[in-house]
């Protein structure tokens, strides 16, 4: 019997096997096989793609991580992973699951460590300015500071350790035992041929559910006219083989949005713009939001604006700044950053009306001078004024990945609705639950390969028991 992508009958045959199988090589995927072939156990990762991609090689690569040596390095020795935790429960207003926060907050750091030890890989800490919630300067990288080096480094580390990566090898069943105990997973290839890998514990690295539109729809309905700014393999089959198996299921409306997809080019406009002075106006040249709120939930007020669409507004101070982010020279190079030398200049470029736009800077001036206060509660007082010549670009909200999912013990093991853990069904990633609660605005920026990569390495770490 099959329901689900899940068999209850024995696989007819067993092609080959391998004590640990790993759905998903992108960062979740990766560290797990690195901590598990680490520990000797006989690794094989399953990639659905021709080469491996994810969601990691679209984000931006920062990690966050307390009281790491990398920190200590830079001068920040009063970070903890109390103080983290701290910091992701209020981010999620305290809706975050708080074992999985404490548990994220305090493998991550040893996590990244054992990676730099281990494996090779260099990090820095960006200390030029703090994202939304977070109260210390945690935000790991590799030195190219892109998510696509962070996942060309996991690859050369997984060549160097001998572990084999299966690609065009999308799992389209798992076999089950009356006990709940994954014996085998079935692969189909494009030819049409499918192969059983037989396995001893199963790590479900592959992410959630944001390619999936009838799912976003289900779930998570006041995104779902936005664009998705994620890998299109994430259909949600962790969700569904978790759902047949009886797996309990956690926070599937919460979510990672961002505010600020340069459109149509659909390229990340980094949110330290924001932090560094700049402002999100709507087509009528008003701001919105305070736009140091957070970029998650940012990407629903932008959505709220008329066609969906939002401006950029800033400085040549932030545009220098700005540079330093290769995913704004790759929008620069696009053509979808445009400069204009006074007010009039930039009502001609953005199509903007001109005596809003000089309204709404003249407004911006006052509250970076103390003369009045935002009406949305920002505060403007701690970055210079902007002033001419301006830079803007053309911005719409998305939706880059979902953060509900299994939820896993201290272990990273799959629980069922009893809470009891499957016998040897792992999680991490975008396939376990995350630590940004049920809502939009819990996302606390880095989120996502935080739990990628603590609950992988945990995954890794035990799913030899």
């Not at 006041?222 to 083989?241: C, P, S």
Request: with cysteine; hydrophobic share 40%.
């Amino acid at each position: 019997m099959t329901a689900g992508g899940i068999s209850r009958e024995p696989p007819s045959r067993i092609d080959a096997e391998a004590e640990v199988v790993i759905i998903g090589a992108s960062a979740c995927g990766l560290v797990a096989a690195l901590r598990a072939k680490g520990a000797g156990s006989d690794v094989l990762v399953l990639e659905r793609d021709a080469s491996p991609s994810g969601s990691t090689s679209m984000s931006s690569g920062f990690v966050p991580a307390p009281a790491t040596r990398f920190q200590r390095a830079i001068g920040v020795a009063d970070d903890s992973p109390a103080l983290f935790e701290t910091d992701l429960l209020a981010k999620s207003k305290g809706k975050s699951d708080k074992h999985l926060a404490r548990l994220a907050s305090r493998t991550i750091g040893p996590a990244l460590e054992w990676l730099a030890d281990a494996h090779g890989l260099d990090w820095i800490v960006l200390d030029d300015f703090l994202y939304p919630g977070h109260s210390r300067h945690r935000m790991h990288a590799v030195p190219e500071k892109t998510g696509a080096a962070l996942l060309a480094r996991l690859l050369a580390a997984a060549e160097q350790a001998d572990i084999p990566v299966a690609t065009d090898a999308p799992v389209t069943r798992l076999y089950a035992d009356t006990d709940n105990r994954i014996t085998a997973v079935e692969i189909s290839r494009p030819d049409g041929q499918t192969e059983i890998l037989g396995c001893k514990a199963l790590i479900l690295a592959c992410n959630g559910y944001g390619g999936n539109r009838e799912l976003v729809a289900r779930h998570i309905p006041e995104i779902a006219g936005g664009m998705y700014y994620g890998h299109e393999g994430n259909k949600g089959d962790a969700l569904l083989w978790g759902e047949a198996l009886g797996a309990e299921l956690k926070h599937l409306s919460g979510y990672q949005g961002h505010g600020s997809l340069a459109h149509p080019h659909g390229i990340l406009i980094s949110w330290a713009l924001m932090m560094e002075g700049g402002i999100q106006v709507n087509t009528e040249g008003r701001r919105f939001s305070n736009e140091h709120g957070g970029y998650s939930e940012q990407a629903v007020h932008v959505l709220g604006q008329s066609d969906g669409i939002a401006w950029d507004i800033y400085d040549a101070r932030i545009h220098a700044f700005a540079l330093g982010f290769p995913d704004y020279v790759e929008a620069v190079k696009a053509g979808a950053i445009r400069e204009a030398s006074d007010v009039a200049d930039l009502a001609k470029v953005t199509g903007l009306p001109e005596a809003v736009l000089a309204e709404t800077l003249c407004d911006i001036a006052g509250y970076q001078a103390g003369r009045a206060q935002d009406p949305f509660g920002r505060d403007f007082t701690g970055k210079p004024g902007l002033a001419p010549p301006y830079y803007a670009v053309r911005v719409t909200g998305a939706l880059f990945h979902t953060q509900g999912g299994l939820m896993i013990d201290d272990e990273a093991r799959v629980l069922d609705r009893a809470g009891n853990p499957f016998p040897n069904l792992f999680a991490g990633g975008g396939a376990a639950c995350g630590v940004s609660g049920p809502d939009v605005s819990g996302y606390l920026s880095g989120n996502g390969l935080l739990t990628a990569i603590a609950f992988g390495y945990l995954a890794g770490s035990f799913c030899r028991a």
